[in-house]
């Protein structure tokens, strides 16, 4: 079975917290009162019926909820190492979080040469915000990576089924690497 490490990324506030709880099925509740994360929280979880290709399979999920604090950039080197993909979070309705995101895009994803298919942007609505699930106005090299609407009220098992079809994607990935390394040492 893979062993998948994400990296939940985006500024202070924006819900990492809550939607790394929901996906790894860790706390029931949903608007608890909010404790900003220090340095990182790494939830361990398997997800099951990823499609990675033609066929279903299972993973075993490793997902970093990183702090959206710039005090613990000086750990951000760490938290990538051997990272396979990177969800950048953030509340499209704080109009700051649309700026900051290119800086985490940098920080996280050009830095280590992701590709598309290894990053999620996460819209992510909070509670009574009224989800607008029209595409934000973002920098150009965002607008590259594929968007999800994420209202853990209103549509969780959604949230759910567009994550899981992200990791299904970065499955197919480290498989189809995984194998070009082994033609590799065979030729």
Known sequence: MFKVKILLIGPSECGKTALANFLSDTTESIGADYSPTQGVRILEFESHNLHNGNKSSSC?????????????ESCWPALMKDSNGVAVVFNPDVPSHLKEIETWY????????????QCLLIAHHKPGSGADTNRPSLAPQLNKLPLIHSNLE??????????NKYLGKVMRMLSESQEREEMSIIT
């Not at 940098?106 to 298919?117: C, H, P, Y």
């Not at 209103?154 to 994550?163: A, H, K, Y």
């Open 106 to 117: 940098s920080a996280f994803i050009s830095s280590q040469g992701l590709l598309e298919g």
């Open 60 to 72: 075993d999920v490793e997902l970093w909820d990183c702090a959206g604090d710039f005090k613990f």
């Open 154 to 163: 209103e549509e969780p098992e959604e949230v759910r089924q567009e994550f």
